[in-house]
């Protein structure tokens, strides 16, 4: 069924149109076909583990699904702090740095949480695992749009900031070995007033941890940049495929559109584009009841309305696309698929269509 899709698939989309669910189900698709495969997500909600029942572990680790299925089917939850010190670790060779790094207290506050530190760490693990070479496949689960649009650009700014002029005043030597401004204990008391302004305004002891937390990482720099750019050429190469996931109607084509530009001009590979959830039409039932049977009180009219909405939807995303984009529609099924029964449906019915 997905025998020849790539070793590397990102599932991309709008909140709340069943990315998690479509990346657990491509993963029991996979191992189902024989393939070792990971499933990673860095979704904040981390649906996944309740999906495939891996729990907590799955931050630390790749944990093995309980599915009977001829590859290994596992899941990573991403931990942004999890995956910082396990860089650390890994790539500060000096015991004295390490604890350094680790122990610096802007790095235990803030580093886990600050901007566009969670879609790198992402990239890092992703990188590693894929470098690792344990899995014959690896299915990414992405937040919402506009964050794994900041997940994909991550490499590139972690490059434009590694080479900016910024870093290299960062690691400038700002402080002496008594802990005060270089720059104003040459001006007397006029430098001791003015590092008291400071130390009232931003704080001195917060400027010392960021100063020694970016001069502790100067090391791990270069290695950083080469990951960044190797991750860029790998999410651009044949063996990554992007998966586009969109809700049914008409009013969320223009996102969807949007999102598949996107991804197309920055020079990823667009695979299937997949509508979830749409509302069946009932066998023989007509389009959409007239104003007297809309007041039916079994809902009938409702589903009926919806499918008629979701059809039409689906018809002018089509006419939209070029000849070459392929549109795939999986329908709304019966129970949310939450555990791995439901989940084994939707995949065979996700695998019926991309056939």
């Given at each position: 069924m997905i025998a020849h899709l790539p070793a590397l698939i990102v599932v991309v989309g709008s909140g709340g149109v069943g990315k998690t669910s479509l990346?657990?189900?491509l993963g029991l698709l996979s191992a189902g076909e024989g393939e070792d495969t990971l499933v990673m997500t860095f979704d904040p909600s981390l649906r996944l583990k309740d999906s495939l029942g891996v729990g907590e572990a799955a931050r630390d680790e790749e944990v093995e699904?309980?599915?009977e299925t001829p590859g290994r089917l596992a899941a990573s939850?991403?931990?942004?702090?999890?995956?910082?010190?396990?860089?650390?670790?890994r790539y500060a060779e000096d015991p004295d740095?390490?604890?350094?790094?680790?122990?610096?207290?802007?790095?235990?506050?803030?580093?886990?949480?600050?901007?566009?530190?969670?879609?790198y760490m992402a990239v890092e693990r992703l990188f590693e695992v894929f470098d690792a070479g344990r899995y014959e496949r690896i299915i990414l689960d992405t937040p919402p749009t506009r964050q794994a649009l900041d997940f994909l650009e991550a490499p590139e700014r972690i490059v434009t900031f590694l080479d900016s002029g910024a870093l290299k005043l960062a690691l400038k030597p700002?402080?002496?070995?008594?802990?005060?401004?270089?720059a104003t204990t040459r001006l007397g008391r006029f430098g001791a007033k003015f590092e008291e302004y400071l130390d009232e305004v931003v704080g001195l002891d917060l400027l010392r941890d960021m100063a020694e937390f970016f001069q502790a990482f100067a090391p791990l720099y270069d290695g950083f940049r080469?990951?960044?750019?190797?991750?860029?050429?790998?999410?651009?190469?044949s063996r990554t495929l992007f998966v586009l996931v969109a809700a049914p109607g008409e009013e969320r084509n223009s996102d969807t559109l949007f999102f598949a530009r996107r991804l197309q001009e920055a020079g990823y590979r667009l695979g299937p584009i997949v509508v979830n959830r749409i509302h069946p039409r009932a066998d023989g039932e007509p389009g959409v009841p007239t104003e007297s049977e809309a007041g039916e009180a079994d809902g009938r009219w409702l589903l009926a309305w919806l499918a008629e909405r979701d059809a039409r939807g689906l018809e002018k995303l089509q006419s939209l696309l070029s000849d070459q984009q392929r549109l795939v529609d999986i329908p709304l099924l019966p129970r949310e698929p939450a555990d791995l029964a439901s989940l084994g449906e939707l995949a065979r019915e996700f695998g019926d269509r991309l056939e």
């Open positions: 990346a657990a189900a699904v309980a599915v939850l991403l931990d942004a702090r999890r995956t910082f010190d396990r860089l650390v670790e740095d390490q604890r350094r790094i680790l122990e610096n207290r802007y790095y235990r506050q803030l580093a886990g949480s600050l901007a566009g530190i969670l879609e700002w402080f002496d070995s008594t802990g005060h401004l270089k080469q990951r960044a750019v190797e991750v860029q050429q790998l999410l651009r190469s």
